[in-house]
């Protein structure tokens, strides 16, 4: 993509032109009366298109889980601001807790808009000064939200091709039964299997979540980062075409203000990180919730007595993990290395 070539194109610039313009203005009223068009098209009946899945009925933790509409999207913003935003800062990053607004699905239905978020964030912060680490933090992430629209304008080729150009032959590997695997969440990778069950039933997965397992497919499994920004555009019910495009090639290290291609996340790691007693892998990984809280992102490197007491067959009620972290961080490394050689090639940004 040689039009990015020499622009100052990175987020934290993008941020530090916009964030002295933000200001808590009134949105204009919404319209008092609309007319309708004189001739109303014909109508399909929507419940003929069997969206409503009956067998099985895979959309029953969507229902269970989602209010749409104006009213919940504001009531979600004012819970939001009134009981998270303090430990936003610090607690967004845990898998355990929901510390994050969960505002995305409105954003996107158009059920709230960014710039009354932005008003009602600025006002809370003159009235509640000790909010200000959270606040500060939340607008930036709206920012980026803010930042992934005018990328996806400026360069709407980012859909099918990484902003880095050079990456656009990387050897992919493509297995399917390694991808079948990440879908379903058995790679026997604890928190990698929660995240990807998580997806499946509620249709949402916290930040940090999207980027590990993100991570996981694009550099352990070395899938290509179009077929996990597929499968996230058939599961999440925030999908928005400029943050998930944006954020995939982010997360493979071929965007802008790329996230390192060395930067690889350990999945046990950040298991143990982010879910330090296990709350998130025991919800959703139930069939290894006996393990201690220092294996249970590691059941491999329980002891055979252990595992059985907890009720563990390795590679039968649980999986063996389908690829060795540190082996597959290596290769990673290797191939990506062997493409940053090849920079002047073609003359791309990095
Ligand atoms: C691989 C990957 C795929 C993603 N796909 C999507 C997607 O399809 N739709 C989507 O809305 N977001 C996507 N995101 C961005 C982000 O993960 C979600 O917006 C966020 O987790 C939604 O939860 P929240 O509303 O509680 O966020 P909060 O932390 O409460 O943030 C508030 C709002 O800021 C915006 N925001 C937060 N983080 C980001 C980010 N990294 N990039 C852009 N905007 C952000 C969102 O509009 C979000 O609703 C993706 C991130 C990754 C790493």
Known sequence: MDESRGLRCGFSHFWSNLRPRLDPTESLPAPQKMDPPENLPASEDISRWGWNPQNP????????????????????????????????????????SLSFSTLSPYLHAGE???????????????????????????????????????????????????????????????????????????????VIDAIMRQLWETGFISNRARMITASFLSKDLLVDWKEGAGWFWNTLVDWDQANNTVSWQWVSGMGVDAAPYFRIYNPVLQGEKFDPNGLYVRHWVPEIRNLPDHLIHRPWEAPEDLLRKSGITLGENYPFPIVDHQKSRQEALFLFHALGKNKSEDGSLA
């Not at 607690?91 to 355990?96: N, P, Q, V």
């Open 112 to 190: 709230i808009t960014s710039k009354h978020i932005v008003r009602q964030t600025l006002l809370k912060l003159y009235s509640h000064p000790e909010l200000q680490a959270g606040g500060e933090k939340f607008l930036s992430e709206i920012g980026w939200r803010e930042f992934s629209r005018h990328l996806l304008i400026h360069f709407p080729q980012m859909i099918h091709t990484p902003f880095q150009n050079k990456f656009s032959r990387f050897p992919w590997k493509n297995n399917p039964v390694l991808i079948a695997a990440w879908k379903s969440g058995k790679t026997g990778y604890p």
């Open 57 to 96: 009925d895979w959309a029953k933790g969507l229902r269970e889980r989602w209010i749409p509409g104006e009213k919940a999207a504001h009531k979600a913003l004012d819970d939001f601001l009134d009981r998270k935003l303090i430990n936003y800062a610090t607690d967004r990053d845990r898998l355990d």
